[in-house]
């Protein structure tokens, strides 16, 4: 699922991403944000979130909900070994509405949580955060929004942070993983960050020596004068290229399986 809706935004397929019932409507306005989405959960798009099996509770049928997701799926298995070995959890993710498709899934899975987003201030924040750390207390989870996780928080009784997807803003994702939320800490801290395999763009100063992928990015979008100046700014084609960068394998698959049934077929020039 994941990879069709990957392409139906690559392809700025608007039928396809779009209910014939109205509702909210998908623009790609921004494509990168949408690709983020893709990449998070598929239920993100309202097209795809009405096409989703529901309980007659109203939440998503949790294993349809995992099987839709990549990232759901690791986490899954994760979160089964973390509860074996006595380790208690932290989410964060950009988008509150991904923390409403965990939730979904913790219910889905019997894991007792808390969730702080900006929508949860005072003393709800404060109550949920008092749970959590209370002694003998049985949430295993805490999900969080990156921007309303960080400063004024103490979960020193979670010792496992998992970043489900990363801020705009690094700033944002490294307030959120500091020790100081986690005073008093006295286990080991591990820290696991979610990424997308063959994602819509290659950071241009890749840590660890990937000479190759930086190579093949100034190859495919080329300095040209203004580019990158207060007076220049990057042509549509330019911005496409870069979003296609790295999709290669996504649509190779396609025409291999095309070459594949045509030769399967018999069918003239199959070779």
Not at 143 to 157: E, F, M, P
Request: proline share 5%.
């Amino acid at each position: 699922m994941q990879k069709k809706y990957y392409k139906l935004i690559l392809t700025k397929n608007f039928e396809a991403l779009n209910s014939k019932g109205g509702g909210s409507q998908v623009s790609l306005l921004n494509i990168m944000m949408d690709l983020k989405k893709c990449c998070n959960h598929p239920y993100l798009f309202p097209v795809a979130a009405m096409e989703a099996p529901v309980l007659p509770n109203g939440s998503y049928d949790g294993s349809s909900l995992v099987k839709s997701s990549g990232k759901l799926m690791l986490l899954q298995k994760m979160l089964k070994k973390l509860r074996d070995g006595g380790h208690r959890v932290l989410i964060f993710s950009q988008m509150t509405k991904m923390l409403d498709l965990l939730e979904d899934f913790l219910e889905f899975e019997g894991y007792k949580y808390e969730r702080i987003d900006g929508g949860i201030t005072g003393g709800l924040r404060q109550e949920a955060i008092d749970r959590f750390n209370a002694p003998g207390a049985q949430q295993f989870c805490f999900l969080l929004s990156t921007r309303a996780g960080g400063l004024g928080i103490n979960l020193a009784t979670a010792d496992t942070v998992i970043i489900y997807d990363s801020d705009w803003n690094p700033h944002n994702d490294i307030q959120a993983v500091q020790p100081e939320p986690r005073i008093g800490q006295n286990k080991r801290v591990m820290i696991y960050r979610f990424v997308a395999r063959e994602p819509p763009v290659e950071e241009p100063d890749n840590p660890g020596g990937q000479e190759e992928d930086d190579a093949g990015l100034c190859d495919l979008v080329e300095l040209r004068p203004g580019l990158g100046s207060k007076s220049g700014s990057m042509t549509k084609q330019e911005l496409d290229d870069i979003l296609k960068f790295g999709t290669e394998e996504l649509f190779k698959d396609d025409v291999e399986g095309m070459i594949s049934r045509a030769s399967e077929s018999g069918l003239p020039g199959a070779s």
